[in-house]
């Protein structure tokens, strides 16, 4: 029963980690290049931030909006 737990710490340290563990080492030698992938997160989140904004305004404009300021019929 032991071999099979230690293949599941081989199989998670070794295979599953690895992309992070060259992570962990090229952040020694240049940082931008280890936080590449965050930088390329936060531009398609700002993107989407813009589309998603850009939406509401058009809604907004065309009056297509449903505005209820209640939020059940019994506290009207």
Known sequence: MRSFFEAIQW???TIM???HNFLRHLEL????AANTI?????????GFTYYWC?????????ND??????AHSFLK
């Open 11 to 13: 199989f998670f340290e």
């Open 17 to 19: 980690f690895a992309p």
């Open 29 to 32: 030698s240049s940082w931008f």
């Open 38 to 46: 965050n930088w390329c997160f936060m531009i398609v989140c700002a």
């Open 54 to 62: 850009k939406q509401l305004k058009l809604h907004k404009d065309n």
């Open 65 to 70: 909006e449903f505005q209820d300021t209640t």
